[in-house]
């Protein structure tokens, strides 16, 4: 049985780099989305100056949900996203991929 490693980056290597080497191109671009989803999500919430309690009475999710997706260690489901941005006045768009993009993770619409 193949034990599952990571090669771990030589001291000095950029995130972007070692990234490159862990993940496939389809797999940075959603990690990529991801991070810009969720970090919109957290400027909408400071932006409006309320806290994840405010954003739990408001939305009817729960904080310590609220702080797993913020901090990125669980995959919401996009229900829990829409009940999240709904309630900061925001929502998530599907829109075109572009031309020529076969596969490309469209760029998200917040």
Partial sequence: ??????????????WASFKER??????RR???LRVEIISEMVKAREDRGIS???????????????????RGTTDPRVSTLLKLLASLGKTLKVVPLEEGA?????EPQI
Avoid: C, W, Y
Avoid at 22 to 27: H, M, Q, R, S, W
């Fill in 102 to 106: 076969k596969h490309k993770i469209a």
């Fill in 52 to 70: 994840q309690r405010e954003l739990e009475s408001a939305s009817g999710v729960a904080q310590p949900v609220i702080s797993r997706v913020e």
């Fill in 22 to 27: 862990l993940f496939t191109a389809e797999e």
């Fill in 1 to 14: 049985m193949k034990k599952n490693t990571v090669d771990f980056p030589p001291a000095g290597e950029s």
């Fill in 30 to 32: 959603e990690l990529d």
